[in-house]
């Protein structure tokens, strides 16, 4: 069975512009949820979607919003990008809000 | 928030040895999981664990839940096992909101 992918692996971006990361859960899961990961430091809870409604949001600003299609695919977008958006984005999903998470290989985004 | 601490923060084991991993966290927790991020940023699930023990192979974890800890055991550690290892949690009702700690970065030596 495949695993969470993640789409693209790697991006190049320059400040203002804006970008959409794209994820595909295990099939099967409902829940999807949104990390991200700065140099150096664990990953950060940044959104999570169950069954295409907005669950949880972590402390980001309102540049960054996601959303989730019918088939539980979801996708992240940030506006606006500044150079301290630099990060390994992963995305993880798991079965329902109350089963133990897997994650992608994660969406690694540079800004120029 | 919920506050995770791991330590030792860094660790470097020569191949062969065994080695403890510690996580604290502040408050009750629904969700407890170990993951092994590698050199290329895959982070790889290790254990489910809000409470009792699990081994798989080599590796063996344990959660108090009561006293709010964790452990990670690594035994007979080869080079391959090197790599951040990071405990994440999340409070009751919310177990895909998870906290990560701050990881434990291993390098095992030949």
């Known amino acids: 069975d495949a695993g969470v992918t993640q789409s693209p692996t790697h991006l190049i971006k320059t400040r203002g512009q804006h970008v959409t990361l794209r994820c595909s859960p295990i099939s099967g899961h409902k829940s999807v949820s949104w990390y991200q990961q700065v140099l150096g430091q664990g990953p950060q809870f940044i959104f999570q979607y169950y069954e295409k409604e907005e669950r949880g949001r972590g402390n980001f600003p309102d540049r960054f919003s996601a959303r989730q299609f019918p088939n539980y695919s979801s996708e992240l977008n940030v506006n606006a990008l500044l150079l301290g958006d630099s990060a390994l984005y992963l995305c993880?999903?798991?079965?329902?809000?109350?089963?133990?998470?897997?994650f992608g290989d994660g969406t690694r985004l540079s800004i120029l | 928030g919920i506050q995770v601490e791991q330590s030792p923060p860094d660790l470097i084991l020569q191949e062969g040895a065994n080695s403890t991993l510690r996580c604290n966290f502040s408050?009750?927790?629904?969700?407890l999981q170990w993951f092994h991020q590698n050199p290329w940023g895959q982070l790889i699930n290790l254990f489910y664990?809000?409470?009792g023990t699990k081994q798989n192979g080599r590796l063996s974890a344990t959660t108090v839940a009561t006293e709010r800890y964790s452990l990670l055991y690594i035994s007979s550690s080869q080079t391959t096992d090197s790599g951040v290892y990071f405990c994440a949690v999340a409070p009751p009702g919310t177990a895909s909101k998870l906290t990560f700690g701050t990881g434990t970065r291993l390098q095992v030596t030949l």
């Open positions: 664990i809000p409470s």
């Open positions: 408050d009750s927790v629904n969700n």
């Open positions: 993880a999903s798991s079965f329902n809000s109350n089963q133990p998470q897997h």
